[in-house]
């Protein structure tokens, strides 16, 4: 049995960020060609179709920074946790 005692923050931190950017960039793709097709359907193109397009730079950024401070947040926390806890066990096996 192994035990995870503490997560780097920093780390954390950027790797969460990096994910929640690129499900921003998947929500932003959504929300812009979702309303682009809506207001193409219903014949009302107009400047919201052209901020529904600022959404594919916008939101991976504001997701990402969310990300980064989540993951900052989860990993200070999970470490104040499993110093008084003990952390996580976990049971590995090596091949070979």
Sequence with gaps: MARLKRIGVLFSAILVGIMMCFMGLIAGILYA????????F????????????VALIGMPVIFGLFGLV??????????LTARRFGGIEADFEQEG
Aim: hydrophobic share 55%.
């Design 33 to 40: 060609f979702g309303g682009f097709f809506l207001e193409l």
């Design 42 to 53: 219903t014949g009302t193109l107009n400047e919201g179709t052209v901020l529904a397009f």
């Design 70 to 79: 989540a993951g900052a947040v989860g990993a200070v926390l999970y470490n």
